[in-house]
């Protein structure tokens, strides 16, 4: 199944006080999240759902700005950090909409550890040190929160972190919530072929003119369900992009030459995979669709015969 696509926001933390020839310590702050709409408040758009932890990736960049000897390498020079678990010393804020201080977990579950080291590079052998070029990067699960408009900031050293708000939602507060939430769901972890029907079945009437959430249930049924659904939900995407077909010829009068083609290719693969599907309904078992791959723009169907394994007819997304 498809794994979660998360958004990020950054937020570039730079220490004010050093000078530009000098090595110039920074720290990139980012929480994931998923995109929906704003609500009436205009909060919304950078949506955690309740169940979910809040995730932050963190990096420290040391770095000469400008490097004072172009062509050369730079002259080395050292940051200390406060320990090797230097993410333990970030100082977190979180506010609700109350605007009352939320606690952060002080010492958070390291998910992934991206650093880049120069281990070439010698420095002094007392406390953490890193040298110029190097960037310590983890990422953070700084555990779920309930539903509500919060803001994150953090501060480390002599950096701060400009305020990144977000909200947290459970999934069913507006149809557009809805929407990224079963995206969500779909995503997140591998689902049984009736509850991805009803998710995409659920997303179709949300969606009404998007064939693409029809075209995916169709796919899935011709791996894991009943070729009856494929072969009704191609034939229910065909006539979406159809009606969207005329409402555009009724908005623009004359379609132009590409789009024109572009609407008659997808017309012709949707009644072709139709006929693919209806095609392992009437065998009664002796064939058989495989699907390589799960992405729209990499599958490829194959009708092959159960016994033989030979395939019958190939039909490129």
Not at 141 to 168: E, N, W
Request: proline share 8%; net charge positive.
């Amino acid at each position: 199944m498809k794994r979660a696509t998360y958004c990020t926001l950054l937020a570039a933390l730079i220490s004010c006080g050093a000078l530009a020839a000098d090595p110039t310590p920074s720290m990139r702050l980012s929480m994931r999240y998923h995109l929906a709409p704003p609500d009436r408040t205009g909060r919304g758009m950078a949506t955690v759902f309740t169940g979910e932890p809040l995730i932050a990736d963190v990096a420290v960049n040391f770095v000469r700005l400008p490097n004072p000897s172009p062509g050369g390498p730079p002259p080395t020079a050292y940051l200390k950090l406060p320990s090797a678990a230097w993410w333990t010393a970030i100082q977190w804020s979180l506010i609700d909409s109350k605007g009352t201080a939320r606690a952060v977990n002080r010492n958070p579950r390291v998910l992934e550890d991206k650093s880049v080291w120069r281990h070439e590079v010698t420095r002094p052998r007392e406390g953490f040190v890193i040298v110029e070029g190097e960037r310590p990067a983890v990422t953070l699960d700084l555990g779920p929160l309930p539903a509500g408009d919060y803001t994150l900031s953090a501060s480390f050293l002599s950096m701060k972190a400009s305020p990144l708000p977000f909200s947290v939602r459970r999934g069913d507060e507006t149809p557009e919530v809805r929407r990224a939430f079963l995206r969500y769901t779909l995503n997140s972890q591998p689902r049984t072929y009736p509850e991805a029907k009803a998710i995409y079945s659920e997303l179709a009437k949300l969606e009404p003119d998007n064939a693409g959430n029809l075209k995916d249930l169709a796919s899935m049924a011709l791996q894991y369900g009943p070729p009856e659904d494929a072969a009704s939900a191609y034939a229910q995407a065909r006539a979406i992009v159809a009606a969207n077909r005329e409402q555009q010829v009724a908005k623009d009068k004359k379609l132009a030459p590409q789009l024109e083609e572009a609407f008659e290719r997808e017309l012709t693969k949707l009644a072709n995979l139709r006929a693919m599907a209806d095609a392992v309904v009437q065998s009664h078992g002796t064939l058989t669709v495989k699907v390589q791959g799960f992405s729209a723009e990499t599958r490829q169907y194959e009708l092959v015969e159960r016994g033989s394994g030979h395939i019958v007819r190939m039909i490129h997304e």
